[in-house]
């Protein structure tokens, strides 16, 4: 379901009360508001002001993106800035991105955008992805999409089957958390991707981090790295872009994967 300002207010209000699962009353007591005026906001008999527009907003966890959207279907301007990353303005954000990759190593790391576009990555996360074939590797590179084909990570994936369930129960919660329609069609994408010829089976619980989080655990020439991972997103941002960016970082799951890291970025 795509949300736009072509919509009524009280629509978009709805929707995204709906999608969060909340009643009328649930909403109503969380922002402090009467069921009343709430149903009231929703069905158009009533015009919510700015103030209620945010306040409604900020109990749904609308993204920034779509705050936007609500105020202008409910008559204002736009409220949060969208530059690109590459804006002096965002320089010194750019930079601290840039820091945390760099720092990461000799671990992979990587920058994504809301659409799990590679921003920008650091040397070790390069040197795993080099063997992708290279229409996976042109920009824009979906970090996800580069995972799960089988001209890419996947068949190099050993625990392919849990892997992949786990990327795309993620995405398919990040499909429901923003409404996003380029989102909803790269699940459906990565959905249909076939699992590739001969991949080895999903292995068994009871890995060193399995019953913990979902490891990732990928072939190389000299044996199997496993990791788990973490997501870094900026506090509290202002910016459309800066609150869809998010740092992937890798860390070994154990000592083994660690000593062949060091090893490989010392060649």
Request: net charge positive.
């Amino acid at each position: 379901m795509t949300m736009t300002a072509a919509q009524p207010v009280g629509d978009l209000l709805r929707e995204w009360r709906q999608r969060r699962r909340l009643s009328q009353l649930d909403l109503a007591g969380e922002a402090d508001i009467s069921t009343k005026h709430l149903s009231f906001l929703e069905s158009g008999r009533s015009r919510p002001s700015r103030d209620m527009v945010m306040r409604l907003a900020e109990r749904l966890e609308v993204p920034l993106r779509e705050r936007n959207v609500l105020l202008v279907a409910a008559g204002f301007a736009p409220q949060f800035q969208e530059r690109k990353l590459s804006d002096p303005a965002l320089g010194a954000q750019r930079a601290a991105v840039e820091l945390v990759l760099k720092g990461h190593e000799p671990y992979p790391a990587l920058a994504i955008d809301r659409h799990w576009n590679m921003v920008s990555a650091n040397a070790a996360a390069a040197r795993l992805m080099g063997n992708a074939d290279a229409s996976l590797l042109t920009p824009p590179v979906n970090v996800l999409r580069l995972s799960l084909h089988p001209d890419g990570l996947a068949p190099r994936i050993i625990n392919l089957a849990e892997w992949r369930d786990h990327l795309l129960e993620r995405l398919r919660r990040q499909v429901d958390v923003s409404a996003d329609a380029v989102l909803g069609r790269l699940l459906s994408e990565l959905r249909a991707l076939p699992a590739p010829r001969g991949a080895p089976p999903a292995r068994a619980k009871g890995h060193a981090v399995g019953s913990v989080v979902v490891p990732l655990q990928l072939a190389i020439p000299s044996g199997v790295l496993s990791f788990f991972s973490t997501t870094t997103v900026f506090g509290t941002p202002i910016d459309i872009t800066l609150s869809e960016l998010a740092v992937e970082a890798f860390y070994p799951a154990d000592e083994a994967t660690a000593e062949t890291l060091r090893s490989l970025a010392r060649t």
